[in-house]
Structures are given as C-alpha cells and as structure tokens.
C-alpha cells in the first residue's frame, strides 16, 4: 500500500488568499498516491518545509506547470514525519465526532472519516475538491482529539508561535460587552478549542 500523507499547505491557503484552480478530485481518481506529488511530505519536521510539487513531477503529464512558493503557515511546531507514523487516524476521530467529545461541529460530513487513507483522515473533501482552500486543511478540533491540552496562553505556544494572531474575527474590542448579551448565539462548544474543555462562563467572570 502506498502511503499516503496529502500535505495541504499548497497554494491559496494562507490566510487572506483566493482558491487556487487545481482539482484534486481530478488527480485523486487517477489512484496517484498522494506522495507521488508531494514527496516530502513524509519526512518533512516542519510547517515551514515547501511541500509542494516539484515541477517535474507535473510535467509527467502536463505540458506544462507553474508552482508558486508555498504561502506561510499559521502553525510554527508541526512534523509531518511525527504523525505520518502513526498511520490513519481517522476512526480516532470518528469516534470523538460520535461520541461528542469533538470539539466543534466538524467541517465536513462524518462519511469522510470511513477512509482507509491516511492523509485524508486530518485533509478531509479532497476527493470533491476542484480548488485548493484552507478548507481541506485540519481543523484545531481535530488536533484537540489527541492533543488534549488546552491551557492558554501556554499551550498555545506548543504548535503557533507566539506573535501570531490567534484570536478569532468575532472577538472585536467590544466582545466583552456583546457576546455576554446572546446577540451573537455562540457555541460554547467551539469556544472549548481555545478556553478548555472545562469552560464555563464563570471561568473568565
């Protein structure tokens, strides 16, 4: 079985960037193992390593192929290497999905954890895919299920770097005031990824 660790820091997923036309639904029905593209993938030890295709590569079937630099990543501590040992961890977190213990309403439909490829347990919707977005990158939520701590701001420095943004769009210099009032209809549970299983209001008031 060929081993297959799909990396996603792939054009167009920086933050703030459009989607990038290229199909991996395309690619992905021609049984290409996911390393034949992006072969260093599995010995890769850090986020900051270009994961990318090599041009040579394309041009095995393409006349011809233009590979940009690959955008920055928001995760500075990451190994590829690490969690490639691991094999498909998908049934992992198919059982927090189903037994509630995932923290947020996953990004995509439960029948994209029933796969036996490894890659496609944390890059999930790929064999939909016709444009590359963050989208098909994991979501913390997944991370949490194995990496359960959650004790900011400490634990946040062991994946991102300290003097990146972490905090979310909705959390304005007025969201003490507005998210207290339920205009906003926020889920508790996705404020656990940052806050902590335990969370409670009380906690912070």
Known sequence: ??????????????????????????????QLGCVECHSAAPSSTR?????????AVCLKCHRDARIPPPPSARVAYFSHQVHAKLGNIAPILAAAVDSKRYLSAPKYPRRYLDTKTACTACHRGLEDS???TPAALPAMADCLVC?????????????????VMLKPASHTADFLDTHT????????????VCHGRRFTCLGCH
């Open 1 to 30: 079985m060929r081993l297959a660790l799909l990396i996603c820091l792939v054009v167009g997923t920086a933050a703030g960037q459009p989607s990038a036309p290229f199909s991996h639904r395309v690619h992905l029905k021609l």
């Open 47 to 55: 986020p900051l390593d270009n994961l990318l295709p090599d041009r």
């Open 130 to 132: 016709d444009q590359v």
């Open 147 to 163: 990496h359960t701590k959650i004790d900011p701001p400490d634990s946040c420095e062991l994946c991102h770097a300290g003097e």
């Open 181 to 192: 009032g339920g205009k906003l209809k926020l889920d508790k549970t996705t404020c656990a």
